[in-house]
């Protein structure tokens, strides 16, 4: 599975995301987009971790927390048929 992290900072590293994550378990993958034309992150990032089970726990107390003075959004990402990551957004 992968992780969604959404209303992220511009100011967030891959190192940052990794040390917030790496409490929840081993981290395989971080991957911050940037804006092909500016090279500016996009705010918003994806993580993978060893673990599922250890993801399921990252999502459930880290959805809503403040971090870097924003609310996260973490959701689960559900894979594009092109293979790369998106969110699965729940209903309003």
Known sequence: MTIYI????YRA????????FAEYGAVKRVALPTDRETGRMRGFAFVELEEETHEDVAIAELDGAEWMGRQLKVNKAKPKEDGRAVVKRASA
Do not use: H, R
């Open 6 to 9: 959404g209303n992220l900072s």
């Open 13 to 20: 590293t891959e190192d940052d995301l990794k040390e917030v």
